[in-house]
């Protein structure tokens, strides 16, 4: 079966422009999960969705940043005007349900770089 | 800030020898977990361990909790090129039963030489 899925993989993009990263969590999951992690450093949380439950925002760094996830399946990230600061790998991942004793499954991430 | 700590930051072995990792952590958990992330990947889910129980071992894995000095260690056994890696520990913590986000450690960076 399919694991969790992120696009782009990599994305370049000017200072002051909006990026929209995408997540494919595995099917039947209804935890969603998204990090950032800066180069050589461990992952931050950002935010997570539960089913249709309103989403736990509280590991956004900044109001430019944003997430969506339409029912049980697909969730974009974004982030407005984007600064140099943004630049990292950002890692999605999906879990059966909202259990910490659950594994979380994790895409490959897309690496996001601000000139 | 981090609630979980690895140590060492980095650790270079020969193949066959063993590799022991540890995880520092500050506040109550409901369970750790351990995460391997090869390079330009996202992390694999190695083992979880529940607070409740102080050693678990998947294979060549072996993992001990130590909830009153808030540590785990990670032990891998006659090490692989193949486990060439970055290890995570991760911990959940205790929140009343809401759940977050997982918080991870910076990591430990393994370099398996042939």
């Known amino acids: 079966g399919a694991g969790v899925s992120q696009s782009p993989s990599n994305k370049v993009t000017e200072k002051g422009k909006d990026v929209e990263l995408r997540c494919d969590p595995i099917?039947?999951?209804?935890?969603l999960y998204w990090y950032r992690q800066r180069l050589g450093q461990g992952l931050e949380f950002l935010i997570y969705?539960?089913?249709?439950?309103?989403?736990?925002k509280s590991g956004l760094p900044s109001d430019r940043f944003s997430a969506e996830r339409t029912g049980e399946s697909v969730s974009t990230l974004t982030i407005q005007r984007t600064q140099q600061e943004d630049s990292a790998v950002y890692l999605c991942?999906?879990?059966?349900?909202?259990?910490?004793?659950?594994?979380?499954?994790f895409g490959d991430g897309t690496r996001l770089s601000i000139l | 800030s981090q609630q979980g700590e690895e140590d060492p930051q980095a650790l270079s072995i020969q193949e066959g020898e063993n590799a022991t990792m540890n995880c520092s952590y500050k506040?109550?958990?409901?369970?750790l977990q351990w995460y391997r992330q090869n390079s330009g990947r996202g992390l694999v889910h190695l083992i979880l361990?529940?607070?409740?129980?102080r050693e678990k071992h998947s294979g060549r894995l072996r993992v001990t909790l130590d909830t009153s000095k808030k540590s785990s260690s990670l032990l891998i056994t006659a090490s692989r090129a193949a486990d060439t890696a970055s290890y995570f520990c991760?911990?959940?913590?205790?929140?009343?039963?809401?759940?977050?986000?997982?918080?991870f450690g910076k990591g430990t960076h393994l370099i398996i030489q042939p």
């Open positions: 991942a999906s879990s059966l349900v909202t259990n910490s004793n659950q594994p979380q499954h």
């Open positions: 099917s039947g999951h209804t935890a």
């Open positions: 969705f539960q089913g249709n439950s309103a989403p736990d």
């Open positions: 506040t109550s958990i409901n369970n």
């Open positions: 361990i529940r607070s409740n129980e």
């Open positions: 991760a911990t959940d913590a205790y929140s009343g039963g809401g759940a977050d986000g997982l918080t």
